[in-house]
């Protein structure tokens, strides 16, 4: 019953009251750059959630079984860039062969999940909050699933935008700043949330 609170507790944490996107204004680079479309901020999303979830596994596991014991917990940025990095990469290789619509859709910002700071910081959160290794999955899992919903709702919101009445001013970026804007207002509203 414990591991179903703390689970549900992470739930809400990672997806409404720390979301990456919205609230901590990590990944916005992507946030940003790869939601035109729907699908291909789907596509982002699982890509990222992937990334996220085994590199603070990896991370993780380093962290407690290498940087630690070795006492060189200074290399601990230098060491989780790189995890994140050889991840990417299999990631990249992997939606090119099987996927190569939603590879050349995700462009440039596909090899930019190794840099994607939202990636980075959850590794560090989870080491700088000593979660066990159920919560650094469970976090890790659900501020990716946070940093999906964002992606998506707001390339839902920029696609209904395409065909809205619009003043001419602030169509393309100034309308999607604002509504970007707007959204983070909104999940602000679930920083009273507590479980």
Do not use: H
């Not at 750059?33 to 999303?45: F, I, P, Q």
């Not at 009445?165 to 700043?177: D, H, T, V």
């Amino acid at each position: 019953m414990d591991y179903l609170k703390e689970f549900l507790s992470l739930a809400v944490l990672g997806v409404l009251v720390e979301n990456f996107v919205l609230v901590k204004f990590y990944g916005i680079c992507p946030f940003l750059g790869v939601s035109k479309k729907t699908n291909t901020a789907l596509g982002m999303g699982m890509a990222v959630t992937f990334v996220m979830v085994l590199a603070s596994i990896l991370t993780w596991i380093v962290q407690k079984y290498v940087l630690i014991p070795l006492n060189v917990e200074y290399l601990q940025t230098l060491s989780f860039i790189l995890l994140i990095a050889a991840l990417v990469q299999f990631v990249e290789m992997f939606v090119a062969k099987t996927v190569p619509s939603l590879y050349n859709a995700l462009g440039i910002y596909l090899p930019l999940i190794t840099t994607n700071c939202a990636v980075l910081g959850v590794t560090l959160i989870n080491v700088q909050r000593q979660y066990t290794l159920f919560q650094t999955i469970s976090f890790s899992f659900w501020s990716a699933i946070g940093f999906t919903l964002s992606i998506v709702l707001f390339a839902g919101v920029r696609e209904k935008l395409e065909t809205s009445n619009i003043p001419k001013y602030l169509k393309g970026f100034p309308i999607a700043l604002i509504t970007a804007g707007l959204m983070a207002m909104a999940f602000l509203g679930f920083q009273g949330l507590n479980f």
